[in-house]
């Protein structure tokens, strides 16, 4: 245990070291690198679909978000990432009878907080929906009385009554942004709202943070607040966006966002998971976004994009080849939400000469499986 101690300690000095020495300030906006170290690959942990704050108000939901912490630190403990992605539907705010939810999307990112781990998240359709009142809540005893939940450094007292008003996509990602010095998120160009959380992350050499090893992309795929969809005006900010810094395609790209595009539905197995295709749940029909806008047909096209990652379908968890890039899902790592699978989350491995994106699926209970190789 007490070497266990050490490392973590080791590790988490040198994420805080790697973060502070990444940062360029250009003007007043200061671009992020994730530098990797010396020697050693670059690997990424997603967590999708955590589902914290579900039926907050009975004695199952809470359990739920205990649960899931679980997960989360006995994957982080067993990875020891470089990183960690955050991948939508962090909360279930259409059960967080409260004013402020970002206490529960301070509460899922605290595992990875409490390592020195930097993360970057991207929205999911259940993270800004509106509050959905439960009907036996109109029948006797009535409305059951609710307090806000409290945090460090929260201005809420837990004295204060719950207004249901819900909090939006601009102010969850503020509020995780200005209270956390480890989070690579960010709130993306404002000519994209109400979509929000669209931006880049680079992925830099450990020898120079000036030489990019890959970019890696995050898309608001949509839902809650406005349609489930990647709009128009996004693939094209992704499409100058990416251009502008890797104008030859020689960097690999590697694209994040919650719902699945349309494209999943032509690649999805029809039954059991088999070659090319990699993974161990098939249990449901894939549930795209509302429509196709023009980000795929922009992602095909590019020779450097190597693989898109999603979540949202709690009982996928595979991989399949797309023309010239890969199709993924993560892995259900939250206790809350649909489905009984067994939990657990995706993790990614960039090598960066020759440049190489591997991945696997690291189980609660420990195991490991689903390992590919996901460069064309």
Same mark, same amino acid.
């Given at each position: 245990?007490?070497?266990?101690?050490?490392?973590?300690?080791?590790?988490?000095?040198?994420?805080?070291?790697?973060?502070?020495?990444?940062?360029? #300030?250009?003007?007043?906006?200061?671009?992020?690198?994730?530098?990797?170290?010396?020697?050693?690959?670059?690997?990424?942990?997603?967590?999708?679909?955590?589902?914290?704050?579900?039926?907050?108000?009975?004695?199952?939901?809470?359990?739920?978000?205990?649960?899931?912490?679980?997960?989360?630190? #006995?994957?982080?403990?067993?990875?020891?990432?470089?990183?960690?992605?955050?991948?939508?539907?962090?909360?279930?705010?259409?059960?967080?009878?409260?004013?402020?939810?970002?206490?529960?999307?301070?509460?899922?990112?605290?595992?990875?907080?409490?390592?020195?781990?930097?993360?970057?998240?991207?929205?999911?359709?259940?993270?800004?929906?509106?509050?959905?009142?439960?009907?036996?809540?109109?029948?006797?005893?009535?409305?059951?009385?609710?307090?806000?939940? #409290?945090?460090?450094?929260?201005?809420?007292?837990?004295?204060?009554?719950?207004?249901?008003?819900?909090?939006?996509?601009?102010?969850?990602?503020?509020?995780?942004?200005?209270?956390?010095?480890?989070?690579?998120?960010?709130?993306?160009?404002?000519?994209?709202?109400?979509?929000?959380?669209?931006?880049?992350?680079?992925?830099?050499?450990?020898h120079d943070p000036n030489i990019a090893v890959a970019y890696l992309y995050f898309l608001d795929s949509g839902g809650g607040s406005y349609p489930q969809v990647i709009s128009s005006a996004q693939a094209e900010w992704f499409l100058h966006k990416?251009?502008?810094?890797?104008?030859?395609?020689?960097?690999?790209?590697?694209?994040?966002?919650?719902?699945?595009?349309?494209?999943?539905?032509?690649?999805?197995?029809?039954?059991?998971?088999?070659?090319?295709?990699?993974?161990?749940?098939?249990?449901?029909?894939?549930?795209?976004?509302?429509?196709?806008?023009?980000?795929?047909?922009?992602?095909?096209?590019?020779?450097?994009?190597?693989?898109?990652?999603?979540?949202?379908?709690?009982?996928?968890?595979?991989?399949?080849?797309?023309?010239?890039?890969?199709?993924?899902?993560?892995?259900?790592?939250?206790?809350?939400?649909?489905?009984?699978?067994?939990?657990?989350?995706?993790?990614?491995?960039?090598?960066?000469?020759?440049?190489?994106?591997?991945?696997?699926?690291?189980?609660?209970?420990?195991?490991?499986?689903?390992?590919?190789?996901l460069t064309i």
């Open positions: 245990m007490a070497k266990l101690l050490n490392h973590w300690n080791a590790l988490s000095l040198i994420n805080l070291y790697l973060y502070l020495q990444s940062i360029v #300030t250009v003007g007043e906006t200061p671009e992020i690198n994730a530098q990797m170290r010396a020697g050693a690959p670059f690997k990424i942990v997603l967590f999708a679909d955590l589902h914290f704050g579900e039926t907050a108000w009975t004695d199952w939901g809470p359990l739920q978000d205990v649960n899931s912490s679980r997960v989360m630190s #006995t994957v982080l403990d067993d990875e020891a990432p470089d990183l960690v992605i955050y991948l939508g539907d962090v909360i279930t705010a259409n059960n967080i009878a409260i004013a402020n939810a970002s206490l529960y999307w301070g509460k899922a990112i605290s595992p990875t907080r409490a390592r020195a781990i930097p993360w970057a998240s991207v929205f999911g359709n259940h993270d800004d929906a509106a509050f959905e009142w439960p009907l036996e809540w109109f029948s006797s005893p009535g409305i059951p009385q609710l307090r806000c939940p #409290t945090e460090a450094n929260s201005s809420y007292s837990g004295e204060e009554e719950c207004d249901f008003r819900g909090t939006p996509r601009l102010e969850l990602m503020k509020k995780e942004i200005d209270h956390n010095v480890l989070s690579h998120s960010k709130k993306g160009p404002k000519d994209l709202w109400p979509s929000i959380s669209n931006y880049v992350l680079n992925v830099s050499s450990s990416s251009q502008e810094i890797n104008p030859d395609s020689r960097v690999p790209e590697i694209v994040f966002w919650h719902i699945p595009s349309k494209a999943y539905e032509k690649v999805a197995p029809k039954s059991a998971i088999e070659r090319p295709c990699v993974g161990s749940i098939n249990k449901e029909s894939v549930a795209a976004q509302e429509a196709e806008m023009g980000i795929m047909d922009i992602l095909v096209n590019r020779s450097s994009i190597k693989a898109v990652f999603v979540g949202h379908n709690h009982g996928l968890d595979w991989c399949c080849p797309y023309q010239r890039l890969w199709l993924c899902y993560a892995r259900h790592s939250g206790y809350g939400g649909y489905g009984d699978w067994a939990r657990g989350a995706r993790i990614l491995e960039i090598t960066e000469k020759p440049f190489s994106l591997k991945s696997w699926i690291r189980m609660e209970d420990g195991a490991v499986h689903s390992q590919v190789t």
